[in-house]
């Protein structure tokens, strides 16, 4: 079994950063794919970005590439998506998840394990 639990959300002004960490816990051997989703009031959860096991091959999606930034520490059991040049419009609730295998990074219905989430405003 495994445990994820986010933190590092926040307020910040538009144009501003947040490093968002997750860290594992139980079974962490089994974990591959390492993502982060998001979900804003009143819309679906959607994929922001995804890191394989040795962190060789990443997956963002259109909205914030080139804004962020996933990494991962497989020694810490930790991964991070670090936000730069935040816009209002990223503003929701983001979730760390976990797969065990290789998958389609965007799938959410292919993660298995999931973190309550991070709180993240971006607001003037």
């Known amino acids: 079994q495994v445990q994820l639990a986010e933190s590092g959300g926040g307020l910040v002004r538009p144009g501003g950063s947040l490093r968002l960490s997750c860290a594992a816990s139980?079974?962490?051997?089994?974990?591959?794919?390492m993502a982060w989703f998001r979900q804003a009031p009143g819309k679906e959860r959607e994929f922001v970005a995804a890191?394989?096991?040795?962190?060789?091959?990443?997956n963002y999606a259109d909205s914030v590439k080139g804004r962020f930034t996933i990494s991962r520490d497989n020694a810490k059991n930790t991964h991070y998506l670090e936000m730069n040049n935040l816009r209002p419009e990223d503003t929701a609730v983001y979730y760390c998840?976990?797969?065990?295998?290789?998958?389609?990074?965007?799938?959410?219905?292919?993660?298995?394990?999931w973190g309550q989430g991070t709180q993240v405003t971006v607001s003037s």
């Open positions: 998840v976990a797969a065990r295998s290789m998958i389609i990074p965007g799938v959410r219905e292919k993660y298995d394990y």
């Open positions: 139980g079974r962490t051997t089994s974990i591959y794919t």
């Open positions: 890191i394989s096991w040795s962190g060789s091959s990443t």
